[in-house]
């Protein structure tokens, strides 16, 4: 889904400078430790295979109405088999069908692009394998079934003063004007999550230039009337949360329960699927959107660096046996992901490969 001309749909937020020396310190002392624990022994992850995405020649779509309205608390419920759905329809035939993407214009004009999958057995197996469980889930009994975005003690850091508003990463997020939250990935491109511009069936009223929702492809790019001059993320593949630092998450958001403030949130991965990244971190309505990142080893520049490997969707309760896993989840990155958002960026699928 990619949405163009966008300069009506987000805007930067400048707050006050206030005291910051106790959330320096705070984030420091949760952040150094894992970080120098990973330098110790820095992961080498595989090679990634990225397929090659071949589009077919846009079909005009009736106009958009812009009719839906936003939908911040976006909740799920699966069960086991939708779990596994990535392993079940592993098939290379229905991959068309499933990156196939829409494209809104400003004026409400739509189109639809078709695409064919130019991959190999190799591919097949990057794609497709399902990463392992890395903790023992969290376990509610059906009867306590309450929907749940705050874990225990609430985890997450107003930041505050430009003196970190400004600087990266914090600096690349943005607050979409539907009320979700977005990360700049390009100089004229922000990543966020379809529900905040979709509602399946037709498009939030604000929403201009759009690419279409289930949890597992809940992404879509906004694209910039104008080239900003920000510092923006680089998008990867999601790696095994092995080889993230710490094997931690982090995102920034706009929660809707701390109005006008920046919110920075890290934690460990839970469990990972082959489309879905299950985790603890503490969130509210507003957060949807955020660009998940990590902090990946870079072999040729030797050190961390921070990548987008997801975007944060909402809640999803998993049953499984019988018994509700609570999580808040974002959507994995996954190779044919990474060459899809690539491809609307670039509009070269030569320059989509993974670096």
Known sequence: MIVRDSSDV???????????????THLLLQLLLPLTLSLLHPPHPPAVHVPTLI?????????????????LDFTTHCNSSCFHRGEQEAQKEQLSDKLAFETLYADGSRTLTTVDVEGDEEFEEDHFAHPSPKRGPRVMPRHKRVRRQIYGADGRFNIQGDNFLLDYPFSTAVRISTGCTGVLVSQQHVLTAAHCVHDGKDYVKGARKLREVSMDFDYALLELRWPHRRPFMRLSVAP??????????????????????????????????????YQHCDARPGASGSGVYGRMWD????????????????????????????????VRITPLK??????????????????
């Open 338 to 355: 990474f060459a899809q958002i690539c491809y609307w960026v670039h509009g070269n699928r030569l320059d989509c490969v993974q670096d």
């Open 240 to 277: 095994s949360s092995d080889d993230l630092a710490g094997n931690r998450i982090h995102f920034s958001g706009f929660d809707s329960d701390r109005s006008g403030e920046l919110v920075y949130r890290f934690c460990p991965v839970e469990e990972e699927s082959s489309d879905l990244i």
């Open 55 to 71: 589009p077919h020649a846009p079909m005009p779509l009736i106009r958009s109405r812009f009719s839906a309205q936003t939908q």
């Open 10 to 24: 987000f805007s930067f937020t400048m707050m006050t400078p206030r005291e910051s020396s106790l959330l320096r």
């Open 299 to 330: 072999n040729s520049l030797e050190r961390w660096e921070r990548k987008v490997i997801g975007i944060f969707s909402g809640h999803q309760w998993l049953e499984i046996d019988g018994e509700n896993r609570d999580y808040n989840v974002a």
